[in-house]
């Protein structure tokens, strides 16, 4: 089974971690088909984890569930470990795989599938002790509350067995590229992380990683 984050499961549970991927094609972290998410962004969003109090409740859960250290890598503070690299990337091809789902059905999501989701996500936060989704950097809000409506609408309109199997067979045939120092794409496993910690950027250990991996599949589905 692939680590989960927590936010996509309350807010996809609630009704009430993306890029649609478009002109991101330089210095891609992720990329599934043509759609891509760039390092500059996976690098902000692992940032945003372990800074922020509130938001790392949601997703990770309480500290003493998921202790901030077990996010950061063995090179210190300025490091992310090998298990929130791999939640995290997981979480990113996942989303990116439903936009492909949508429209193999033809289904397009619209502001009125969005709304709930944001309110979700900014109510789960101030929950946690944090301002709501204020808090967040815009793009990457819009990311989040589109990859979540993406679950979210998939599910309601498929159902959850014909979601879990259209999610599990799109996962399984996606041709996924993962820059080669956030992990690889395995066909069983998922991200498999790299094999230690990744510096964040302008780090006394950071620099650049290497190129792609390409992984012609994924196993695993975009359920909860």
Not at 67 to 82: F, I, K, M, R, V
Not at 114 to 123: F, G, L, M, N
């Amino acid at each position: 089974m692939h680590r989960r984050l927590l936010l996509p499961l309350a807010a996809v549970t609630a009704a009430a971690v993306l890029a649609s991927g478009c002109g991101k094609q330089q210095s891609a972290a992720v990329r599934v088909g043509d759609q891509s998410v760039s390092q500059q962004e996976l690098f902000d969003e692992l940032e945003l984890i372990v800074t922020d109090d509130a938001f790392r409740t949601v997703t990770f859960g309480p500290e003493d569930r998921t202790p901030l250290a077990s996010l950061q890598g063995t090179l210190g503070p300025e490091s992310y470990s090998q298990f929130m690299i791999g939640a995290v990337v997981t979480q990113r091809v996942e989303y990116l795989v439903a936009g492909d789902v949508l429209e193999d059905n033809g289904i397009e999501i619209t502001k009125q599938d969005r709304a709930p989701i944001e309110d979700a996500i900014d109510k789960a936060l101030k929950r946690a002790g944090g301002k709501g989704t204020r808090s967040l950097p815009p793009a990457y809000k819009e990311d989040l509350v589109e990859g979540l409506t993406r679950l979210q609408v998939l599910r309601q309109e498929l159902g959850d067995d014909e979601f879990q199997r259209q999610m599990s067979d799109a996962l399984t045939s996606a041709h996924v590229e993962i820059a080669s120092h956030f992990g690889t794409w395995d066909p069983d496993r998922g991200v498999v992380p790299p094999s230690g910690p990744l510096p964040a950027p302008g780090s006394q250990d950071g620099g650049s990683g290497g190129g792609t991996n390409g992984g012609g599949s994924g196993g695993g589905s975009g359920s909860a």
